[in-house]
């Protein structure tokens, strides 16, 4: 799990953007489906605080718990 600090300040801003939108999506999608918080950590198998920051776009899922989520929501990673 990445922190958006680390990423390079030139890339930041349009990470940012992207990575607010993620967030958002997938919290949508996350309540669409009925889970709430603590129930699509568990899952994951992962920490609450992991789902309530990446949905608020502070940090970004490695690739493998990117697919996961995809997965369990029932959605397709669409790559532009």
């Known amino acids: 799990?990445?922190?958006?600090?680390?990423?390079?300040?030139?890339?930041?801003?349009?990470?940012?953007?992207?990575l607010s939108k993620l967030g958002k999506t997938i919290q949508s999608r996350r309540d669409a489906s009925g889970y709430t918080q603590e129930s699509f950590a568990e899952k994951?198998?992962?920490?609450?605080?992991?789902?309530k920051h990446i949905e608020q776009g502070v940090r970004f899922p490695?690739?493998?718990?990117?697919?996961?989520?995809?997965?369990?929501?029932?959605?397709?990673?669409?790559?532009?």
């Open 1 to 18: 799990m990445k922190r958006i600090e680390k990423i390079p300040a030139k890339y930041r801003k349009e990470i940012a953007t992207d």
């Open 44 to 51: 994951l198998d992962i920490g609450v605080s992991t789902i």
């Open 62 to 80: 490695s690739l493998p718990l990117l697919f996961y989520i995809c997965r369990i929501l029932e959605v397709e990673i669409n790559i532009k």
